[in-house]
């Protein structure tokens, strides 16, 4: 895919299938439906799709849009939504969105680069902490501190809602025990050091005012 550069454009992405960090578009001609809509937003995702596209007055949109993260540290474009750390370099909090745009002519341009400013997210580490509160209060600057559990959602199980009076016979003999639950790593404490929101080892909202 050619690219196009211009003042304030980075157009260093291609679009290539031995690529890791390209995305493929497919075809039209290994489609064989057709969709009908006058949707500029679902045109956009139906050519994504590679589903051939009528229009109902002939209007159509032109250009392909669509979001992707690319670290400033490395460069590395990645279309995985959520990530924390970038998977080439591993820094964290350095995947920034970015909107890319197809033309007709396979031109791909992206938005202009975010100017980064580091006020506000220089600051002493706490030393790390050993034993078993040392799980949850030890700052993440990794992604191989996580487990691969906590780096992967899982599906949420379905609740069956039933009446208070109907009692299962699995849950009478179920055992329910008291113990505590394993702690876990402090996921919010990584994406607070990461934000750039504020100090994470501010104690201010931690003071207790004298009686």
């Not at 474009?77 to 959520?82: K, N, R």
Request: aromatic share 6%; proline share 6%; net charge positive.
């Amino acid at each position: 895919m050619a690219s196009q550069t211009s003042e304030g454009v980075d157009a260093s992405y291609t679009d290539d299938i031995s690529s890791v960090q390209s995305w493929t578009l497919r075809s039209l001609s290994e489609s064989s439906v057709a969709c009908v809509t006058g949707d500029f937003a679902m045109q956009n995702v139906l050519l994504q799709m590679g589903l051939r596209l009528l229009a109902p007055d002939g209007m159509q949109i032109r250009q392909l849009q669509r979001w992707i993260w690319k670290c400033h540290a490395c460069f590395t474009v990645t279309v995985e939504s959520g990530r924390i750390f970038c998977p080439k370099c591993g820094n964290g909090g350095t995947l920034r969105k970015v909107s890319v745009t197809v033309g007709e002519s396979g031109t791909v341009l992206a938005a202009r680069r975010p100017r980064i400013t580091l006020r506000g997210t220089k600051f002493s580490l706490p030393l790390p902490k050993g034993g078993r509160d040392g799980i949850a209060k030890n700052l993440i600057l990794r992604e191989d501190q996580l487990p691969s559990k906590f780096l992967k959602q899982k599906p949420k199980k379905k609740i069956d809602k039933q009446g208070d009076d109907f009692v299962m016979a699995d849950d009478i003999f179920t055992h329910h025990t008291d113990a505590k639950k394993p702690l876990q790593p402090p996921m919010r404490k990584a994406l607070a050091v990461f934000s750039g929101k504020r100090n994470p080892n501010d104690n201010h909202y931690s003071r207790r005012r004298p009686k």
